[in-house]
């Protein structure tokens, strides 16, 4: 990796005013290293006070800069007019980022960016690999509702069947990855399959993958969490799409 590296962190957010201001703090104080951040905010047409919490943190924002000295770079927002699902947030963010390296960061605190320097280590000594995954599975301690571990245990054993590969958790959310390959890949999903569409295009086009274990923190469906089985089904018709795709 050159000197001046920059780590472009794309937070995908829908109606989370409650953590959102949160969250961001914590990416601004992590520190990285060497590496600068561009935090890319993409409001995915929340209808709470998400906005609102966003443009109020914009005023307390040099403040949290000033105490952090943690290489920022820059921040700034996209706005969807209204919801498309995460995948279409993540696209937009990638389509503006400008790093040497991404990392995705939900806005509902439960991944935790001291889990970062580990990955971006891992990243930095192995030259020849692609994507760092944060794995739930490798840190002993994952916990969750029965169905989402069920569901994330099949889709995952479900890319190993059918690409060779030897992973964990595929649907991580903490995939850290070269520039390279979200510059040269066309992602097309729009919800929460394109957890599976990235991790099987990665493989597909011979990327290698390693995971690190990672602290994380699930939260409750009335405390906001979203994923469901609709989107597991969405996942395993995604793994096959990109099996068959030339």
């Given at each position: 990796m050159k000197k001046n590296k920059k780590l472009s962190i794309?937070?995908?957010?829908?109606?989370?005013?409650?953590?959102?201001a949160d969250a961001i703090e914590k990416v601004l104080l992590q520190k990285i290293g060497g590496w600068q951040k561009e935090i890319i905010v993409v409001n995915d047409g929340s209808t709470d006070n998400t906005q609102?919490?966003?443009?109020?943190?914009?005023?307390?924002?040099?403040?949290?800069?000033?105490?952090?000295?943690?290489g920022y770079y820059k921040i700034s927002i996209v706005r969807h007019d209204r919801n498309l699902g995460k995948g279409a947030a993540l696209r937009s963010g990638f389509k503006a980022f400008s790093g040497d390296a991404i990392i995705i960061q939900d806005a509902d605190l439960e991944y935790s960016p001291a889990d970062w320097p580990a990955m971006l280590e891992k990243l930095e000594q192995n030259n020849?690999?692609?994507?760092?995954?944060?794995?739930?599975?490798?840190?002993?301690?994952?916990?969750?509702y029965f169905l989402c571990v069920l569901g994330v245990k099949l889709l995952t054993f479900l890319?190993?069947?059918?690409?060779?590969?030897?992973?964990?958790?595929?649907?991580?959310?903490?995939?850290?990855?070269?520039?390279?390959?979200?510059?040269k890949t066309k992602l097309e999903s729009n919800g929460f399959?394109?957890?599976?569409?990235?991790?099987?295009?990665?493989?597909?086009?011979?990327?290698?993958?390693?995971?690190?274990?990672?602290?994380?923190?699930?939260r409750t469906y009335r405390q906001g969490k979203k994923i469901g089985i609709k989107d597991e089904l969405l996942g395993i018709k995604t793994i096959l799409k990109c099996w068959m795709s030339a």
């Open positions: 794309i937070i995908p957010v829908f109606n989370e005013e409650k953590t959102v609102k919490e966003l443009d109020n943190f914009s005023a307390r924002a040099s403040d949290i800069l000033r105490r952090s000295r943690s020849d690999v692609a994507a760092i995954f944060g794995s739930r599975e490798l840190s002993g301690a994952r916990k969750g890319v190993n069947l059918i690409f060779g590969s030897k992973l964990t958790d595929i649907y991580t959310c903490y995939k850290l990855m070269r520039a390279d390959f979200i510059k399959e394109i957890e599976a569409e990235i991790t099987c295009k990665l493989l597909k086009g011979g990327g290698v993958i390693k995971e690190v274990p990672i602290n994380y923190f699930p």
